[in-house]
């Protein structure tokens, strides 16, 4: 079974319990105009250049058959090698499960010993559910974390699930038309899997990331807070206000960021709400 990833961050302490393996894995069926890594949202290897540090030598046009117009790479990678400042990356690389399993159980001894184990990330990691389910066949019983945005087929969502040891799961917005307005999605099957997800009995964890005008209404918050305030198996909501260095790489992908919503404007907390209902939250 073979897969693409684009990053594997060792001793990662803020996706899951304990210190973790985190691989993140490339595609993405939305595209939140707030996405801050537009590098998982494609699932092909794409060119990643440091523009702001490039000195126009010249050097990667020289090998390129393009003239090194990113509009036009066929991301052979011939620039990469060129570059003086090593300013040029690819993002995406494709790994066979048995050998991206023998690569993460390399710290199985520290990650264990310090409460981790290894969480799949993204892009979107249900995306690509059977690399996924693949790789946790071969990491001997390793403690296992996926972070989704749910959305996913029931079935898709729920082999995931079920093969995992904890779950954190985004909440951006109930209003199904104002999700798909900024995330290019309506959100009926991600509500609908997040009901199955407390049901299947795994802990998880909630992220709201806090959008100025986008979904931090009282109103939002409100209706978030009655679907979750019953939740048996909710450890609790981390909320992750918006920062102004979401839209640093796009230009990195030759890419715009237009995120449509006032990026300088501070994100209301209404955690009041909360606080009314006892569902245990964090604002991170």
Same mark, same amino acid.
């Given at each position: 079974? +073979? @897969? ?11 996706? *899951? ?16 105009? =707030? ?33 090194? !117009? ?24 494709? =790994?066979?499960? !048995? !050998?991206?399993? +023998? ?13 981790? *184990?290894?969480?799949?990330? @993204? ?17 001997? *019983? ?12 029931? +079935? ?6 079920? %093969? ?48 100025? @005008?986008? #979904? !931090?209404?009282? %109103?939002?918050?409100? %209706? ?22 979401? *839209? %640093? ?8 960021? #237009? ?6 404007? #501070? ?18």
């Amino acid at each position: 079974m +073979k @897969g693409i990833i684009f990053d594997i961050k060792e001793m990662a302490v803020y996706d *899951g319990p304990g210190i973790r393996t985190t691989v993140f894995l490339k595609g993405c069926p939305l595209h939140c105009s =707030w996405c801050h890594n537009p590098e998982g949202i494609s699932p092909h290897p794409q060119l990643m250049v440091s523009k702001a540090s490039c000195i126009d030598c010249g050097a990667c046009a020289e090998v390129c058959d393009f003239d090194a !117009d990113p509009t036009r790479c066929v991301v052979c990678g011939s620039c990469i090698k060129k570059c003086p400042l090593r300013l040029r990356k690819i993002v995406g690389e494709v =790994w066979d499960s !048995d !050998d991206l399993a +023998k690569e993460l159980l390399r710290n199985r001894t520290i990650l264990e010993k310090n409460g981790g *184990g290894i969480t799949f990330s @993204g892009g979107e990691p249900l995306a690509q559910h059977e690399f996924v389910l693949s790789i946790i066949e071969k990491l001997e *019983g390793m403690h296992c974390v996926v972070e989704t945005s749910g959305y996913a087929t029931k +079935k898709i969502f729920s082999s995931v699930v079920d %093969a995992m040891d904890f779950v954190i799961m985004d909440l951006k917005v109930i209003d199904s038309a104002v999700h798909e307005e900024f995330c290019g999605v309506p959100n009926s099957q991600i509500l609908q899997n997040l009901l199955y997800l407390n049901e299947s009995g795994k802990p998880f964890i909630i992220r709201i990331p806090l959008i100025p @005008g986008v #979904n !931090d209404s009282e %109103a939002n918050f409100e %209706a978030t807070a009655s679907i979750v305030k019953d939740f048996t198996n909710l450890e609790r909501v981390e909320i992750l206000p918006y920062h102004k260095t979401a *839209g %640093a790489k796009y230009t990195m992908l030759s890419q715009d960021y #237009n995120p449509r919503f006032d990026v300088d404007q #501070n994100p209301h907390m209404h955690t009041h709400i909360f606080l009314k209902q006892d569902i245990p939250f964090i604002v991170a």
